[in-house]
């Protein structure tokens, strides 16, 4: 039985070791607001529009040419801008262009905190005729 006793507690003790060297499950990726970055951007986004029924869906890509910024494009019900921004410490700009070359509007906002870098909040601003418009983008798909 003494031989017995000895290989329960070398059992559990290699039990006990074997947990303790796994440690707990990794959570999520879920950075503050201030950490959220490129990476975070990446992917397909929802805009809504205060004062309007009338929704956007952004595809944000890396930029080819600028390591910590975005490119992509805004769909309006098939009306289609190229877009180009970046997320610096929490603070969302984003650039919007009808015809590839000029600026047709301004998106400046903020990271929602506690949303892992999942919502972001802001002004919309057209450059046209200076009409603001809050906005609010939600990341689309899985975390």
């Known amino acids: ?3 017995g006793a000895a290989a329960l ?8 070791a074997g947990a303790q060297a796994t440690g707990p499950t990794p959570q999520p990726d879920c950075p503050q607001a201030f950490e959220a970055g490129q990476r975070h951007l ?3 986004w929802h805009a809504q529009f205060e004062g309007t029924p009338r929704g956007a869906t952004l595809l944000l890509e890396p930029h080819p ?8 494009e805004i769909n309006r019900d098939g009306e289609r801008s190229a877009v180009s921004g970046e997320l610096d410490e929490g603070d969302f700009t984003l650039e919007e262009s009808r015809n590839g070359v000029n600026i047709s509007a301004a998106w400046l906002g903020e990271v929602v905190e506690g ?3 999942r919502e972001i909040r802001g002004t919309w601003r057209s450059e046209t005729d200076k009409a603001e418009r809050p906005f609010v983008l939600h990341k689309l798909g899985t975390p």
């Not at 040419?65 to 992509?72: A, I, L």
């Open 1 to 3: 039985m003494r031989g």
């Open 115 to 117: 949303s892992c870098g």
């Open 42 to 44: 990446l992917g397909l």
């Open 65 to 72: 040419d600028q390591s910590e910024s975005v490119r992509g």
């Open 9 to 16: 507690a070398a059992l559990l003790a290699s039990g006990v």
